[in-house]
């Protein structure tokens, strides 16, 4: 794992969509979109970059074609319940995630 050095302010960091790992270092949270047997497929992950978070993902067994992948805003990243990152989500959970964090 690549060691991210801490912010003296967190809050007024430059990239403000960030949380904080159990090790301490500051990760983004990434919606990120596969396509498997013709299905879409959703997961939330971790990490301090897209890289890191989709390596992490497909070392986790997340694989299918990559379609897209956003990182979450502060805002909204503050919103997704820790059940639910690092796996994929359900259609019911994608659903309720989006009323959620909209």
Known sequence: ???I????????HP?????????GDVMALFWIVHEKDGK?????????????ARLDAAMAGFDGDFIE???LDDKRAKKVPKKMIGRVLSPREVS???DRIS
């Open 1 to 3: 794992m690549v060691h």
């Open 5 to 12: 050095p801490q912010c003296r302010h967190p809050a007024r």
């Open 15 to 23: 990239s403000s969509m960030m949380i904080r790992s159990v090790r």
């Open 40 to 52: 879409r497929r959703i997961l939330i992950q971790e990490g301090s970059t897209l890289i890191f």
């Open 69 to 71: 992948a956003h990182r």
């Open 96 to 98: 309720a995630l989006l």
